[in-house]
């Protein structure tokens, strides 16, 4: 069985940190709108919030410890109280709370007494061009993904014919072998030793590299491979869904292993269940062409073909038919016969 460490979950990220990564990640600008110290703020969940209700007074439901969202609704709203005062007091019902920053979409550019607040309240407040819905969208997934919970696991990730097969073993078993033997026949390398699980919504699991060992690969024997500088870039994905978990194990005569494929077992990865195959390694077994079995059957799953459901159907037609036969004492049925049609 796999080696596995134990799952950790970020706790909170800076405002800074949160705001570069945007823009590395999805070219999404965000133009600071006063100087604070952003790497002291924290943010410490993905959920966002927009505050008008809390401008407007009503603070019972505040949520105050999300990203603050200022949109055109909000931004009017202040602009449109008759007095700086006014606006000052709606604007100090957001800031008397420890948010982490406020962000105003669609170029809404706040009034320079307001922001000499906010700067005053250590909150960094930042502009983008983006629109509203579209801008949380990217916020809110960016944060999602920077929250969701991670676990190391000691295997090799492929992308076969679409569909991320996840191979788990002891080491020495040739896990790294049959990965490179997969990208030698057209198959994509997301990553191999070490591979990072990140729970997403529902049964979603993703798995990637980490920065340090990306597309290299230990063949014991041979040492340190390069798959991106010797397949080339279309021979790795930087992240892939894990979908099948494949076990390889060494032969063991006292186990029994399937045989019909009726029963399906899964592997726990964070609270996901995702479909789990044992395959016991021999001499001579081709691996690799077993793996792209497994992957094609998966994807035959998918779209609403079962290889044991349909054998089991004409089985139990088979039975029928036999039973309904021997009712004829005229005609002898042999236990084994043969349709030819």
Known sequence: MARRAKMFKKESISVAFAVEQLQKSVGMTAKALNYTDAETRLITESNLHRPGMALAGYLELFTHQRVQVLGNTECRYLANLETDEERKKAFNNVLKFPIPCIICTEG?????????????????????????????????????????PQ?????????????????????GIGKSEVALDLVERGHRLVADDVVMATRKEGQVVMGSGTDLVQHFMEIRGLGLVDVRAMFGIRAIRFQKRIEVVVNLHPWDPDEEYTRLGMMEETYDILGAQLPLVLLPITPGKNVTVLCEVIAMNHLLRHYGYDPAEVFAERLSERIRKKGMASSDPGRGIEYFEHDYE
């Open 151 to 171: 676990q190391s696991l000691h295997g090799s990730l492929i992308d076969v014919y679409g569909i991320g097969l996840l191979m788990i073993g002891p080491a």
């Open 108 to 148: 809404n550019v706040l009034d320079e007494p307001l922001l000499a607040l906010a700067t005053n309240a250590g909150v960094p407040v930042y502009v983008t061009e983006e629109p509203s819905t579209r801008f949380m969208y990217l916020l809110r997934d960016f944060l999602e993904d920077q929250f969701a």
